[in-house]
């Protein structure tokens, strides 16, 4: 069975630093370059405290790993982008 690792997650958050994503098809996009039998989730998005990016967990069902992603939206422009992001 083919699942998500350590690796592979740092390949799928390479692709997606510096990149801007239509909002609609933000989660499919990142779903597609996941190389896993297994289903893949986006968490929901979250602020912190004195910063108004968004953070959003990247997670695979049943996995060890996932990614956190730093994003920008902007709902005017109805886009996202990932500004950082961390293999966890």
């Known amino acids: 069975m083919t699942r998500m690792?350590?690796?592979?997650?740092?390949?799928?958050?390479?692709?997606?630093?510096?990149?801007t994503f239509n909002l609609e098809d933000f989660e499919n996009d990142i779903i597609c370059m996941c190389n896993?039998?297994?289903?893949?989730?986006?968490?929901?998005?979250?602020?912190?405290?004195?910063?108004n990016n968004k953070f959003v967990g990247v997670y695979e069902e049943n996995g060890d790993n996932y990614i956190l992603l730093e994003v920008v939206r902007n709902n005017e422009d109805e886009t996202i982008e990932v500004v950082n992001g961390w293999v966890k």
Not at 5 to 16: A, I
Not at 36 to 51: C, I, M
């Open 5 to 19: 690792n350590e690796k592979k997650w740092g390949e799928v958050l390479g692709n997606l630093k510096g990149q």
């Open 36 to 51: 896993t039998e297994d289903k893949v989730y986006l968490g929901d998005f979250e602020t912190r405290p004195f910063n």
